[in-house]
């Protein structure tokens, strides 16, 4: 934490890199059955591809930099982002 504190004292750019994971849809409605009567679901309506987001984000010029992919982020990934940054 003392080096995020000198970034600022000193006016030095400070940016925040993190990845998110998405695998289902937002759900847009809502329903109920009466009592006794199984809700049937389709599970496509819930279930979207798999999908990871990288991005970086700065307090003084907001989104940096984006990268998204149908695949699971890993280190080799991860690391190859990090030059595009430059």
């Known amino acids: ?17 993190d990845e998110v ?8 409605k809502r329903t109920w059955t009466n009592r006794g ?8 309506e819930f279930y979207s591809g798999f999908r990871t987001v990288i991005a970086t984000v700065s307090s003084t010029r907001g989104l940096i930099l ?3 992919e149908e695949v699971c982020t890993n280190e080799e990934r991860f690391l190859s982002y990090i030059p595009e940054l430059s």
């Open 66 to 68: 984006t990268d998204s």
């Open 21 to 28: 994971v998405f695998t289902k849809l937002s759900i847009g």
């Open 1 to 17: 934490m003392d080096g995020l504190k000198h970034a600022y004292d000193n006016d030095m750019p400070v940016i925040y890199l």
């Open 37 to 44: 009567v199984h809700l049937v679901t389709d599970h496509s």
